[in-house]
């Protein structure tokens, strides 16, 4: 199992950004596939981005060009820069890790999953 803890969620007007971060305590992180993940109140979980072990992202379509997920392996560490923040992207966004390092956008693919940081974007 590996343990993960989100932060740098918090209040942001609409066009402004916002960075997450994730930390990770496994020794062989580099070799999981990781995610982002989002769910707001009343609504399913959904995919957000992934990046492999191998360092390809990729996005949910609603994403477009605002979003960037990268990882730094020496730090243990995956972020998401989020720009041009909208009303609906307000959500709790959670990290997750995949054991195969093998990309994914279905949330039952990955076995490990942080508690969330919360996203607020006011109009």
């Known amino acids: 199992q590996v343990q993960l803890v989100e932060s740098g969620g918090g209040l942001v007007q609409a066009g402004g950004s916002l960075r997450l971060s994730c930390a990770a305590s496994?020794?062989?992180?580099?070799?999981?596939?990781m995610g982002w993940f989002r769910q707001a109140p009343g609504k399913e979980r959904e995919f957000v981005a992934g990046?492999?072990?191998?360092?390809?992202?990729y996005y949910a379509d609603f994403v477009k060009v605002r979003f960037t997920i990268s990882r730094d392996n020496a730090k243990n560490m995956v972020y998401l820069q989020m720009n041009s923040l909208k009303p609906e992207d307000t959500a709790v966004y959670y990290c997750?890790?995949?054991?195969?390092?093998?990309?994914?956008?279905?949330?039952?693919?990955?076995?490990?999953w942080g508690q969330g940081t919360q996203v607020t974007v006011s109009s």
């Open positions: 990046i492999s072990r191998n360092n390809m992202p």
């Open positions: 496994a020794r062989t992180f580099s070799r999981y596939a």
């Open positions: 997750a890790a995949k054991a195969d390092g093998l990309g994914s956008r279905e949330e039952a693919d990955y076995g490990s």
